[in-house]
């Protein structure tokens, strides 16, 4: 276990657990803060909605203090919420785009570029078509840079279905992008 | 020999650098003698590359900010239930004030037994007006004829799902659809449909 998951695993000592401790709880949002608003500053457009999300997970991080085990480190069991969360969030506005309600269309051609050069703003649009499960994965391994073990453990699954669903979202994303007409040639 | 499909598999580890020194080695061998291979894995490459380079733009006081507007929130929080926690006793005390104001009017006034009346038309008047039994408030019918008497039942049925789904408050909703969290979107597109019909 690294240095900084010891310090973080102290801040949550059972007497601290038991009984809310505004400083440990101030402390633990500020150490992981940085992590959890990137990775849904990449999952969604605005800033706005990285910092609800981002609010909405150390809310229930704060609600289900006394439910830790401490069988994981308390970084990889507030990742664990985030991505819950954020999985959800992303499940709910599909579901509302299907249901027709809302302006965007998932299946229109709005996003076809022709002959576009690959930069991030294009590749978190083809990001966005890929099922919540295979942004997640892509999200933490690519842009976080977590190992898979972190990842499967955050994803509660096994390192190996974890490296498969990172091989299956990566080629997925590379159809996507050529369907928008991205090109690596300036690569 | 592996065949093409099967080191398209492999290259998005390889890629990543995830994968072992035997099947790297493998694959570095295949990509010296296919090009398609070659231009795919140069493609994920530059994808990953993109990828690695982005970093997220923070103000240095969003810490600090994040702190300060949970903890408000979390204050809110706990006031609401310390107030809840007051009301308890408090509705507890005047429900039994009202009981035996009532029982004493009945009892030793008889013209309480008109007044009694009186409260009882005004009941039976809100029961059939604007509130229910239970005293809720009804939809009026100016709300309902506002112009979108024609909704179908299917447009009736996606505003209501519209509606759950769109609800962080029902908490419900996120175990169906962390559920669904692996489907493509055909199959999830199958399941909200299905969702539409059932889950009312």
């Known amino acids: 276990m690294s240095k900084g998951s010891e310090k973080e695993k102290d801040n949550l000592k059972p007497d601290n657990v038991r009984q809310y401790n505004a400083d440990s709880f101030n402390r633990l949002v500020l150490e992981n803060q940085e992590k959890i608003y990137s990775l849904f500053r990449r999952m969604v457009s605005s800033h706005d909605e990285a910092d609800d999300l981002t609010q909405e997970t150390f809310i229930k991080v704060y609600k289900n203090l006394s439910k830790f085990r401490r069988e994981s480190a308390p970084f990889t069991w507030i990742y664990r919420i985030a991505v819950n969360t954020g999985i959800n969030y992303l499940r709910r506005q599909k579901a509302r785009q299907y249901i027709g309600l809302d302006s965007v269309d998932l299946k229109s051609g709005d996003d076809v570029i022709y002959d576009s050069e690959l930069t991030n703003s294009l590749l978190q649009k083809a990001i966005k078509k890929l099922s919540s499960k295979q942004q997640m994965v892509i999200i933490l391994r690519s842009y976080q840079g977590l190992p898979f073990k972190e990842v499967a453990n955050i994803m509660d699954s096994t390192e190996n279905a974890a490296k498969v669903n990172f091989s299956h979202a990566l080629k997925n994303l590379k159809s996507v992008l050529e369907n928008m007409g991205v090109s690596y040639e300036s690569m | ?200």
Not at chain 2, 92 to 120: F, R, Y
Not at chain 2, 143 to 162: E, H, K, M, P, Q
Not at chain 2, 163 to 174: A, L, M, R, T
Request: charged residues 30%; proline residues 2%; contains cysteine.
């Open chain 2, 1 to 200: 020999m592996k065949a093409c499909k099967d080191y398209e598999d492999l290259l998005p580890l390889y890629v990543s650098g995830d994968l072992s020194s035997t099947d790297h080695n493998k694959v570095n061998e295949h990509l010296k003698e296919c090009k398609e291979c070659r231009d795919y894995q140069l493609s994920l490459s530059a994808i990953t590359a993109v990828m690695e380079r982005d970093v997220v733009e923070m103000s240095p006081s969003y810490g600090a900010e994040l702190v300060v507007a949970l903890n408000r929130r979390l204050d809110r929080r706990s006031t609401w239930q310390k107030r809840l926690l007051w009301t308890i006793p408090a509705f507890a005390t005047a429900m039994a004030v009202v009981v035996i104001t009532v029982i004493s009017l009945i009892k030793t006034e008889p013209a309480g037994n008109q007044w009694i009346a009186e409260m009882d038309r005004e009941r039976d008047y809100l029961n059939f007006t604007d509130a229910g039994y239970f005293g809720e408030i009804l939809v009026n019918d100016s709300d309902i004829s506002n112009g979108d008497t024609d909704l179908s039942t299917d447009d009736l049925y996606r505003g209501a799902v519209y509606h759950i789904v769109g609800n962080p408050q029902i908490s419900d909703v996120d175990s169906y659809l962390l559920a669904t969290a692996n489907l493509d979107d055909e199959d999830f597109e199958k399941v909200i449909e299905q969702l539409k019909y059932e889950i009312l």
